[in-house]
Each structure stands twice: as structure tokens, then as C-alpha cells.
């Protein structure tokens, strides 16, 4: 699951803690825990992705750094098998 929720992934706040107890009740968890966007001095990660909880240990994500919107998109690459491929990243 993943969208602009609105809610600050970065700092432990009840925002953050409501909506995280109802998913993690359905093995559902949260897995962006860096900047995904950023306004003059201050960065927020109001956009999300949730995983199921036995995907945990079986996904790649990082941030892709556009610059089309105040907010960066998230690229994230979950594994079926049992190990996580990591991609080469290039720099432009």
C-alpha cells in the first residue's frame, strides 16, 4: 500500500502511532524511514509504503531524487525469493 498520507513518518507522534497500531494488527508495516520531501530547511516523509510484515527483510527502497514536485518519489523492489537483489543505482 503506499500514497500521500499526510502523516510525519520521521518522529514518534500519535499522527504516526494510531494508523500503525490498526495496520500492524493486520501484519501491515511501515518501511520509508527517510526524507520524502523536503521545503526550504524542514524534511517530511509524508509519503508511505506499507508492506506485510513477512516481507519485512525482503525488500529494497530508496529515495529518487526528480525534482519535478516538493515531493521525491520512492523506489522500492520486494523479492519473492528468499534473498533481496540490490540494484546498481548511476548518477545523472
Not at 520521521?10 to 500503525?20: A, E, S, V, W
Not at 524542514?42 to 525488500?59: C, G, P, Q, V
Not at 530508496?62 to 548518477?91: E, M, R
Amino acid at each position: 500500500m503506499c500514497g500521500d498520507f499526510n502523516i510525519h513518518y520521521l518522529t514518534d507522534n500519535l499522527n504516526k502511532n494510531l494508523p500503525d497500531s490498526v495496520l500492524y494488527s493486520y501484519n501491515i508495516v511501515s518501511i520509508v524511514d527517510f526524507p520524502t520531501g523536503i521545503q526550504n530547511t524542514s524534511t517530511s516523509a509524508i509519503d508511505n509504503l506499507f508492506i506485510h510484515y513477512s516481507r519485512k527483510e525482503k525488500y529494497y527502497i530508496s529515495p529518487l531524487f526528480k525534482g519535478l514536485s516538493d515531493h521525491d518519489t520512492q523506489l522500492v523492489l520486494i523479492n519473492n525469493a528468499d534473498t533481496v537483489i540490490v540494484p546498481k543505482t548511476t548518477q545523472n
